[in-house]
C-alpha cells in the first residue's frame, strides 16, 4: 500500500480538484492506497470541502485541529497515522503532478533506496512554470545556507515531493522537531546521519502562484531553524543514543 499525505492551509479553492487527480490517477494505476490529508488550522472552508469528499475516496482520511503549526508539524500527524509500505508526500497544488510518482515507485519498492526526493534543479528537470524573481531568489539563498552550515549533498531540498519507504519515514519524523517550512532539511540531514539511503532524481515542476510562503517572516523563520538543525547536529542531537535518552526522559514526565 502507498499513504500519499498532504498537508493543507486555507486550500478550499485547489484542493479539491487535486484530490480527484490523485484519485484518478491512483484507481488507474491499480495502486492500492490511503489519502491522508492533514488540515494545518485553516481558516476558511478547506475543512468542508475535504469533507464533501470523504465519501467518494477509497481509504481517506482527514486529521484536523484548530491552530496552524507549520508544515513539518503537519507531516508529523500524518506520517504517524498512515500504515503504506510507501509514503508519498506531495503538495495540495501538485506543481509536482501526481504522475511522477512513477518515477519513483520502484527506486522505494525495489528496497535501492530508503528515501526518494523531487528536484527542482538538476539538469534534466522539468521546469514548465517558473516561479517569481523573488521566489527563485529567496530559494537559492536558502539553499547556499543548507549547504554551508548542515549538508552539502542535495541540489534542491524544498520540492515538495518526496517519497520514503514506510518504516523509513516514520523513523524520522518521530523524532524530527522543526514545525515549519525548513522540515525537509531536518529530515534529511537526519536521514544522511542515520546511513539511509537517499537519492535526487529530476521532475516535472509548475510555479503555482499562490504560495503560502511569507517572503520576510518565514525566510527568517526558516534560517532560524537551519540555525537549530545545524546546533543539534554539532551536538549529536539526531544520534540514536540521544534520541533515545531524550524520549525516555519525555517518558518520565
Same mark, same amino acid.
Not at 498532504?6 to 484519485?23: A, D, F, M, T
Not at 472552508?45 to 508539524?73: A, E, H, M, W
Not at 497515522?81 to 501526481?98: N, R, V
Not at 517550512?181 to 510555479?207: C, Q, S, T
Given at each position: 500500500?502507498?499513504?500519499?499525505?498532504?498537508?493543507?492551509?486555507n486550500?478550499?479553492?485547489?484542493?479539491?480538484?487535486?484530490l480527484?487527480?490523485?484519485?484518478?490517477?491512483?484507481?488507474?494505476?491499480a495502486l492500492?492506497?490511503?489519502?491522508?490529508?492533514?488540515?494545518?488550522?485553516?481558516?476558511?472552508?478547506?475543512?468542508?470541502?475535504?469533507?464533501?469528499?470523504?465519501?467518494?475516496?477509497?481509504?481517506?482520511?482527514?486529521?484536523?485541529?484548530?491552530?496552524n503549526?507549520?508544515?513539518?508539524?503537519?507531516?508529523?500527524?500524518?506520517?504517524?497515522?498512515?500504515?503504506?509500505?510507501?509514503?508519498?508526500?506531495?503538495?495540495?497544488?501538485?506543481?509536482?503532478?501526481?504522475?511522477?510518482?512513477?518515477h519513483m515507485?520502484h527506486?522505494?519498492?525495489?528496497?535501492? @533506496? #530508503? &528515501?526518494? !526526493?523531487?528536484?527542482? /534543479?538538476?539538469?534534466?528537470s522539468?521546469?514548465?512554470?517558473k516561479? *517569481?524573481w523573488?521566489?527563485?531568489?529567496?530559494?537559492?539563498?536558502?539553499?547556499?545556507?543548507?549547504?554551508?552550515?548542515?549538508?552539502n549533498?542535495?541540489?534542491?531540498?524544498?520540492?515538495?515531493?518526496?517519497?520514503?519507504?514506510?518504516?523509513?519515514a516514520?523513523?524520522?519524523?518521530?523524532?524530527?522537531?522543526?514545525?515549519?517550512?525548513? @522540515? #525537509? &532539511?531536518? !529530515?534529511?540531514?537526519? /536521514?544522511?546521519?542515520?546511513?539511509?539511503?537517499?537519492?535526487?532524481? *529530476?521532475?516535472?515542476?509548475?510555479?503555482?502562484?499562490?504560495?503560502?510562503?511569507?517572503?520576510?517572516?518565514?525566510?527568517?523563520?526558516?534560517?532560524?531553524?537551519?540555525?537549530?538543525i545545524?546546533?543539534?547536529?554539532?551536538?549529536?542531537?539526531?544520534?540514536?543514543?540521544?534520541?533515545?535518552?531524550?524520549?525516555?526522559?519525555?517518558?518520565?514526565?
Amino acid at each position: 500500500m502507498i499513504s500519499v499525505i498532504i498537508p493543507v492551509y486555507n486550500e478550499e479553492r485547489r484542493i479539491g480538484e487535486s484530490l480527484l487527480k490523485i484519485r484518478y490517477y491512483l484507481t488507474r494505476t491499480a495502486l492500492d492506497y490511503e489519502i491522508i490529508v492533514i488540515d494545518d488550522g485553516s481558516t476558511d472552508n478547506t475543512k468542508q470541502v475535504l469533507k464533501r469528499y470523504c465519501p467518494d475516496i477509497t481509504n481517506f482520511k482527514i486529521i484536523s485541529y484548530p491552530i496552524n503549526k507549520g508544515k513539518g508539524y503537519a507531516l508529523r500527524q500524518g506520517v504517524s497515522a498512515s500504515i503504506g509500505e510507501i509514503i508519498l508526500l506531495t503538495d495540495a497544488d501538485l506543481s509536482t503532478p501526481i504522475e511522477e510518482l512513477a518515477h519513483m515507485l520502484h527506486l522505494i519498492s525495489s528496497s535501492e @533506496y #530508503d &528515501v526518494v !526526493i523531487g528536484s527542482r /534543479a538538476l539538469k534534466t528537470s522539468m521546469t514548465i512554470k517558473k516561479q *517569481p524573481w523573488w521566489r527563485q531568489g529567496m530559494g537559492k539563498v536558502f539553499n547556499r545556507f543548507v549547504k554551508l552550515i548542515v549538508l552539502n549533498d542535495f541540489h534542491d531540498t524544498q520540492c515538495g515531493f518526496k517519497m520514503f519507504s514506510g518504516k523509513t519515514a516514520r523513523s524520522l519524523f518521530k523524532d524530527a522537531r522543526v514545525n515549519r517550512f525548513a @522540515y #525537509d &532539511v531536518e !529530515i534529511l540531514a537526519m /536521514a544522511v546521519r542515520k546511513g539511509f539511503k537517499v537519492l535526487e532524481v *529530476p521532475v516535472k515542476w509548475i510555479n503555482s502562484p499562490a504560495s503560502k510562503v511569507n517572503p520576510v517572516c518565514d525566510s527568517l523563520q526558516m534560517l532560524y531553524d537551519l540555525a537549530k538543525i545545524s546546533w543539534r547536529q554539532c551536538l549529536n542531537q539526531y544520534d540514536s543514543s540521544y534520541i533515545k535518552a531524550r524520549q525516555d526522559c519525555l517518558d518520565l514526565t
